[in-house]
């Protein structure tokens, strides 16, 4: 079965493109893709938060009724009047209830999509564009806050509607005390406006303190096997503790300001209401209302304390997901360093050949090339030989006689393949992990496993390829997560396959079967070794030296020039 997730034919156009100018621009890009579950939300909150508001006034109404000894058959209708708005509002709620939950999933999903497909698509180069932190707070607490934001639009905009139509009904009544409505209410929702920047901040730096520790916290577990053997437990366990700590207080700050928030929404909607009862006490004393308008007042403001609450919930949820949005386009708006050419061309059918006349480095078709560097250059001249890149005074490496930053990037990537020692496992069983989702024969995993000597670390695993496999393949040693990284990438069987010190970790007998068995795999495939080992050296059918000096009695090979 194909794994689609990672077909680039697929993936982008699954989800348009994001506007990630700005975290209210990626909000508002949310909405348009995707409306009608906040419109929907939109109606059912109103429906649900106007009966509400109409049901003091029905009661004030027919308080009035039985008070001035009018027909019971008005009592009655403004009574069933009074149940068919509860039955009314306890269905609207309900429906609330599944649109919200709608608009908030719609919210998590697509986030959760575009987050996704960017960091397929900046792949290797994530790690050093972003902190592995700020990865993992994003998928999780960022994107919850987003949806948070979209779970509370429904109850919002109901609340909205609600109360102007309360202060149009009391100003209706008693334009004195319809006024007072309309100021109190207001000055309320203003009041706790003070409060929302210095909040917003605090979630900043709750937010930035949180990713830092994340990141150290995956940094300590995927080292621990060499802390332990370092002694470094203590010193790194010290140092998580102290930024532990920094998350802690940048939490309790903003934990702080959230309890502020929090009680300004209780105490300045309450004080409304007490005032507006004492007025509206003042004007039935004086017969200026009657007693079923002061109930349905009284009823009325309380109402209020509703919607003022719901505003001050959305205005906080809001502002933590422009925090979180801020954050997540920060990530959006990282390039890959590979980028699709405007008018690709095509590569030869069958092996290719590795050509870089900047450094001398070649590879001929089908054949076995073992480079010898310097450990630090590594890196640099395997990404040099697998990505388009490099300066425009230099000259492009050659991929079978096509200049790589002219190669279609779904092409490269399906016949091009670097395996170094920056690859790592991921968790799910041993068979997922080395076909990728992509179905393989039983007899290419086992070639695979035999050539890379795997098929002992399969043995001793409890389940075989069935065993589960944790993050980072933290259980094993380093010398089995080498073996299984290099048979991942010789089931792959890509036309060119370069491999960074792929024996590293192994010791010299089971390197000396990996060397052999590899060379006889690849025969007729193009592969590239990076390593010093005299045992890849032996097998390699063309040999590159870079090393800083020349090798004692040979001509001096430092600008690469064969053996």
């Avoid at 005299?534 to 600008?559: I, N, Q, T």
């Amino acid at each position: 079965m194909t794994n689609r997730l990672f077909d680039a034919s697929v993936a982008p156009t699954a989800v348009p493109e994001p506007d990630v100018r700005g975290p209210w621009t990626y909000l508002w890009w949310l909405v348009r893709i995707r409306p009608w579950p906040l419109v929907l939300s939109a109606l059912l909150g109103t429906v649900w938060m106007v009966p509400l508001a109409l049901i003091p006034l029905v009661i004030g109404r027919a308080i009035d009724e039985a008070g001035q000894g009018a027909d019971e058959a008005g009592l009655y209708l403004w009574s069933l009047l009074a149940l068919g708005l509860g039955i009314l509002q306890a269905l609207a709620g309900a429906g609330l209830i599944q649109a919200a939950v709608g608009a908030e999933a719609h919210a998590l999903s697509y986030t959760h999509r575009v987050l996704l497909r960017q960091v397929v698509r900046l792949g290797a180069t994530l790690r050093g564009k972003a902190r592995s932190g700020d990865v993992a707070a994003s998928a999780a607490a960022d994107v919850e806050s987003i949806g948070n934001a979209f779970e509370v639009v429904g109850r919002t905009v109901g609340a909205v509607v609600a109360a102007v139509l309360v202060a149009v009904a009391l100003t209706a009544t008693s334009p004195v005390l319809g006024l007072a409505v309309l100021i109190g209410v207001p000055a309320a929702v203003l009041g706790i406006g003070p409060l929302l920047r210095p909040l917003q901040e605090r979630d900043e730096a709750q937010r930035e303190q949180m990713g830092i520790a994340t990141a150290q916290a995956g940094d300590i577990v995927a080292g621990l096997r060499i802390l332990r053997g370092i002694g470094g437990e203590a010193g790194f366990a010290e140092r998580f503790r102290r930024t532990s700590q920094r998350v802690r207080r940048a939490g309790e700050s903003a934990g702080r300001m959230e309890a502020w928030l929090q009680a300004a929404g209780v105490f300045l909607p309450g004080l409304v209401t007490v005032g507006i009862v004492w007025f509206g006490a003042r004007l039935a004393l004086n017969g200026t209302i009657t007693a079923g308008e002061l109930v349905a007042f009284y009823g009325a403001s309380a109402f209020l304390t509703l919607p003022v609450s719901t505003a001050t919930e959305a205005a906080e949820t809001l502002s933590l997901a422009k925090v979180a949005a801020g954050r997540l386009c920060v990530l959006l708006r990282l390039t890959p360093e590979t980028t699709q050419p405007a008018h690709p061309e095509p590569l030869p059918c069958g092996a290719l050949s590795l050509a870089d006349e900047d450094t001398g480095i070649t590879a001929e078709t089908g054949r076995l090339t073992v480079i010898a560097v310097p450990a630090e250059r590594t890196g640099e001249l395997a990404g040099r030989l697998t990505r388009p890149g490099g300066s425009r005074d230099t000259p492009a490496v050659l991929l079978g006689g096509v200049p790589l930053d002219r190669v279609d990037v779904t092409e490269l990537r399906s016949r091009v393949l670097r395996s170094g020692s920056a690859d790592t496992l991921f968790s799910g069983t041993v068979r997922d992990e080395l076909t990728a989702g992509v179905a393989r024969s039983r007899e290419a995993l086992d070639r695979a496993l035999f050539a890379a000597d795997a098929t002992d670390v399969i043995d001793t695993l409890p389940g075989g390829l069935d065993a589960h496999l944790d993050e980072g393949g933290r259980a094993l040693s380093g010398g089995q997560r080498q073996r299984l990284v290099l048979a991942r990438a010789l089931l792959t069987a890509p036309d060119v396959l370069v491999l960074e010190d792929p024996t590293a970790s192994v010791d010299a007998h089971t390197e000396a079967r990996i060397v052999e068995r590899v060379a006889a795999l690849r025969t007729g495939r193009t592969t590239v070794v990076f390593s010093d080992s005299p045992l890849w050296r032996g097998v390699a059918d063309h040999e590159v030296r870079l090393d800083a000096d020349p090798v004692p009695g040979s001509p001096d090979r430092s600008a690469g020039v064969p053996s």
